[in-house]
């Protein structure tokens, strides 16, 4: 960084005084980029977004010093797809990584993965100059040839997938990974640097705490060059491990526990950049890979005022709580209710960098520049929310139609509505009153958009899964109960 400034004076020196005052104009030097994203937290899941007892002082700053994001989604309401999402810019169905049918994340020894001809925000910055770390879950298919190192990362520090695969025979799935006193050894998961395990099982009340070291390192190594950090936390996707310094700490139980170190960790990242002197070029952005495991009872977070939770294309398995941060350029204290995703942090990043999103595939990403560093509406103005390869519903402006609804993981069996369900969130976040019946032009437009969307779209291979069969139908059916709902999927 210091010679990175130096250079930059030097610059001005040389060519002269006239450029002095271009000094003032937005910063030309490569910004570096921090994603943090956490597991399965909820919209209502911290402090500045209205939890009454989970502490996050942080995030809280963070968000006093920035900007927090009411209405940024992110691209499927679980692990696999969303992350497919972020990490490409586009929807998972265009990639084969949205899930389908019964199988809606991947598993460990799957044949499939992000295939390598998808391009990665990561691969793009390493082009443009980038370090590039990824340190976290990964959760995007576990041979080699679709792990970090060969999908843009310099380096990966993590787990190949989730928390609470390879569970070991004698603990039931479900009840083990609730129990707060439950034992890292009864999951089998491999903690990994680049293409080693070396942890195994992986002690998880460790993971938060060394996640975080990792990242301090990787800034200080690396402050002399423009650097990209995805920091995919493990939790609070369950089962929950705390480090000593954090268990019982929390009146929220082991839930709180976990996200108040997350928020420490958040924390140490924030203090070591502006040790370095990095803090005024560098833009953090926090948020979470899909809405909280409700079936997870107290071992799983909560959606706030948003209705449902993760596996659902209800608000609360999609909209996540977000904050942004770029001391000098993301304005303090504001709070934007403009739709915003995941996918458009790719574009983001890219057009900050200085680079070209591809031209030769569709990208679903736009510039969020205008709105994260003007606090103005933003470019995306619709946003298509799918469960695995299935349109489920639609957003444009303050309208949300829903097409087919089912609860992310409840035994309430899925519904196809024709009219679809249709609700004003600007006035009705929780999604409790449906007004399609008074609304009839808004309802032909939202199905004219989500036709036309559907016509458009061309999914990719599935990796992992059996495509719908409505996706092979000439006519996608909508707006009817004609595409074909898959079975109940309790798994996340
Ligand atoms: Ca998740």
Same mark, same amino acid.
């Given at each position: 960084?210091?010679?990175?400034?130096?250079?930059?004076?030097?610059?001005?020196?040389?060519?002269?005084?006239?450029?002095?005052?271009?000094?003032?104009?937005?910063?030309?030097?490569?910004?570096?980029?921090?994603?943090?994203?956490?597991?399965?937290?909820?919209?209502?899941?911290?402090?500045?977004?209205?939890?009454?007892?989970?502490?996050?002082?942080?995030?809280?700053?963070?968000?006093?010093?920035?900007?927090?994001?009411?209405?940024?989604?992110?691209?499927?309401?679980?692990?696999?797809?969303?992350?497919?999402?972020?990490?490409? /810019?586009?929807?998972?169905?265009?990639? =084969?990584?949205?899930?389908? %049918? *019964? +199988?809606?994340?991947?598993? #460990?020894?799957?044949? !499939?993965?992000?295939?390598?001809?998808?391009?990665?925000?990561?691969?793009?910055?390493?082009?443009? /100059?980038?370090?590039?770390?990824?340190? =976290?879950?990964?959760?995007? %298919? *576990? +041979?080699?040839?679709?792990? #970090?190192?060969?999908? !843009?990362?310099?380096?990966?520090?993590?787990?190949?997938?989730?928390?609470?695969?390879?569970?070991?025979?004698?603990?039931?799935?479900?009840?083990?990974?609730?129990?707060?006193?439950?034992?890292?050894?009864?999951?089998?998961?491999?903690?990994?640097?680049?293409?080693?395990?070396?942890?195994?099982?992986?002690?998880?009340?460790?993971?938060?705490?060394?996640?975080?070291?990792?990242?301090?390192?990787?800034?200080?190594?690396?402050?002399?060059?423009?650097?990209?950090?995805?920091?995919?936390?493990?939790?609070?996707?369950?089962?929950?491990?705390?480090?000593?310094?954090?268990?019982?700490?929390?009146?929220?139980?082991?839930?709180?526990?976990?996200?108040?170190?997350?928020?420490?960790?958040?924390?140490?990242?924030?203090?070591?950049?502006?040790?370095?002197?990095?803090?005024?070029?560098?833009?953090?952005?926090?948020?979470?890979?899909?809405?909280?495991?409700?079936?997870?009872?107290?071992?799983?977070?909560?959606?706030?005022?948003?209705?449902?939770?993760?596996?659902?294309?209800?608000?609360?398995?999609?909209?996540?709580?977000?904050?942004?941060?770029?001391?000098?350029?993301?304005?303090?204290?504001?709070?934007?209710?403009?739709?915003?995703?995941?996918?458009?942090?790719?574009?983001?990043?890219?057009?900050?960098?200085?680079?070209?999103?591809?031209?030769?595939?569709?990208?679903?990403?736009?510039?969020?520049?205008?709105?994260?560093?003007?606090?103005?509406?933003?470019?995306?103005?619709?946003?298509?929310?799918?469960?695995?390869?299935?349109?489920?519903?639609?957003?444009?402006?303050?309208?949300?139609?829903?097409?087919?609804?089912?609860?992310?993981?409840?035994?309430?069996?899925?519904?196809?509505?024709?009219?679809?369900?249709?609700?004003?969130?600007?006035?009705?976040?929780?999604?409790?009153?449906?007004?399609?019946?008074?609304?009839?032009?808004?309802?032909?437009?939202?199905?004219?958009?989500?036709?036309?969307?559907?016509?458009?779209?061309?999914?990719?291979?599935?990796?992992?899964?059996?495509?719908?069969?409505?996706?092979?139908?000439?006519?996608?059916?909508?707006?009817?109960?004609?595409?074909?709902?898959?079975?109940?999927?309790?798994?996340?």
């Amino acid at each position: 960084m210091r010679n990175r400034l130096l250079l930059r004076l030097l610059a001005i020196a040389l060519i002269g005084i006239p450029l002095l005052s271009a000094a003032a104009e937005p910063i030309s030097e490569k910004p570096n980029f921090i994603i943090v994203f956490a597991d399965d937290l909820g919209y209502g899941d911290l402090g500045c977004f209205g939890h009454p007892t989970i502490r996050t002082p942080h995030l809280d700053q963070m968000a006093t010093e920035g900007m927090k994001l009411t209405s940024f989604y992110v691209a499927a309401p679980v692990c696999t797809p969303s992350r497919a999402g972020l990490l490409t /810019g586009r929807l998972p169905v265009r990639s =084969g990584m949205s899930g389908g %049918g *019964d +199988k809606r994340v991947l598993y #460990p020894g799957d044949e !499939g993965g992000l295939p390598p001809e998808e391009i990665t925000i990561a691969e793009l910055l390493q082009d443009a /100059g980038y370090a590039t770390a990824c340190i =976290g879950k990964w959760h995007l %298919g *576990d +041979k080699p040839e679709y792990m #970090p190192n060969s999908q !843009g990362f310099d380096y990966f520090f993590g787990l190949p997938y989730s928390n609470d695969m390879n569970i070991e025979e004698g603990h039931p799935r479900h009840a083990s990974s609730m129990d707060p006193d439950a034992d890292f050894h009864w999951w089998d998961v491999p903690l990994m640097r680049n293409g080693e395990i070396i942890e195994r099982p992986a002690d998880q009340n460790t993971l938060t705490r060394r996640y975080a070291q990792e990242s301090v390192s990787f800034i200080k190594e690396h402050q002399d060059q423009p650097f990209f950090i995805y920091l995919a936390q493990t939790m609070p996707h369950v089962p929950l491990f705390a480090s000593d310094d954090f268990r019982n700490e929390s009146s929220r139980g082991r839930y709180g526990d976990v996200v108040e170190e997350i928020d420490w960790c958040v924390g140490e990242i924030i203090r070591t950049l502006r040790e370095t002197g990095l803090a005024e070029n560098t833009l953090v952005v926090f948020t979470s890979d899909n809405g909280p495991w409700l079936r997870k009872k107290f071992a799983g977070g909560s959606a706030g005022l948003l209705r449902d939770g993760k596996g659902s294309t209800w608000e609360g398995g999609q909209r996540e709580p977000t904050i942004a941060w770029w001391p000098g350029r993301v304005p303090a204290g504001t709070v934007n209710s403009g739709i915003a995703s995941t996918m458009d942090l790719f574009t983001t990043a890219v057009h900050l960098a200085g680079g070209k999103v591809p031209q030769d595939r569709v990208i679903d990403g736009m510039n969020l520049s205008e709105l994260l560093f003007h606090d103005k509406a933003g470019p995306r103005n619709l946003f298509f929310y799918y469960r695995g390869d299935q349109l489920c519903a639609i957003r444009k402006g303050p309208w949300k139609a829903h097409f087919n609804t089912w609860d992310g993981y409840s035994k309430v069996p899925p519904e196809s509505h024709n009219p679809p369900l249709l609700y004003n969130l600007d006035q009705d976040p929780s999604e409790q009153h449906d007004i399609a019946a008074d609304h009839p032009d808004v309802v032909k437009d939202l199905i004219q958009e989500a036709k036309g969307h559907l016509e458009a779209v061309t999914p990719g291979e599935p990796q992992y899964y059996e495509l719908s069969p409505s996706w092979q139908e000439a006519d996608f059916g909508l707006p009817s109960g004609a595409r074909e709902v898959p079975k109940r999927n309790l798994q996340g």
